[in-house]
């Protein structure tokens, strides 16, 4: 069955530091793959998303993520995180041809200090 | 706000009764979900709808929950009898066709005493 890991629950950063949270799938065949986050008080919104095309998005806010058909990974990445992207992060996929369903990652609590 | 809209926000109820959440998608998106989110979980695909049909049903989904979007445009959930472990948060999503960008709701916590 279609699964969705993120490996990191909860990362910890300071501002201007690096910032990558993996995420990978199991599903053989053509997906699509988002990145949805979740700040404080408000609604999931989209960061980014892949579809076809070049394996690097980028995303919102500086975000980008890259996609890595060999590794079934989708890896979110900002060079410089701020505090106000402290927030939690959720990858998705959306098995094309198998389930037509969207499955979501556990999500990775991302907490950036000033 | 046009954005996606849930009602009630919040919903206490006892064991065994039913209940039923509200959906108001934005206007011109053809596609609803509903989802379900726990503690410490992210969103557990529940169902969707195309317009009024409903395409896809999880198979996770016990006979209890039913949806409907008889006019293609807001969507109710019904759970019946419900039980604890139904406590959580119910979220929706619409969308303008396929599986593009969804746009949640805020969802309602549900509480199952």
């Known amino acids: 069955a279609q699964s969705v890991s993120q490996h990191n629950h909860h990362v910890i950063l300071s501002e201007a530091a690096s910032l990558e949270l993996g995420c990978n799938y199991s599903?053989?065949?053509?997906?699509?793959l988002f990145w949805y986050v979740q700040y404080p008080g408000q609604h999931l919104q989209l960061l980014l998303k892949?579809?076809?095309?070049?394996?690097l998005v980028k995303g919102i806010k500086g975000f980008e993520a890259e996609f890595i058909k060999s590794k079934f990974s989708f890896n979110l990445r900002k060079p410089s995180v701020q505090w106000s992207d402290t927030a939690e992060y959720f990858c998705a996929v959306n098995a094309v041809s198998d389930n037509n369903d969207m499955r979501f990652g556990a999500g990775t609590r991302l907490t950036v200090k000033p | 706000d046009t954005g996606v809209s849930q009602n009630p926000r919040h919903k206490i109820t006892k064991r065994g009764q039913n209940v039923t959440f509200r959906c108001d998608p934005i206007?011109?998106?053809?596609?609803l979900y509903w989802y379900r989110q726990t503690l410490g979980q992210g969103p557990e695909f529940l169902t969707y709808f195309q317009n009024e049909a409903q395409l896809e049903k999880s198979r996770l989904l016990s006979d209890r929950f039913s949806a409907e979007r008889p006019k293609g445009s807001f969507s109710t959930l019904e759970i019946q009898r419900t039980e604890q472990g139904d406590s959580a948060m119910y979220l929706c999503a619409s969308s303008l066709g396929g599986w593009e960008t969804q746009y949640f709701g805020p969802g309602t916590r549900l509480l199952v005493l």
């Open positions: 206007s011109e998106h053809n596609r």
């Open positions: 892949y579809f076809s095309g070049d394996p």
């Open positions: 599903y053989g065949g053509t997906v699509n």
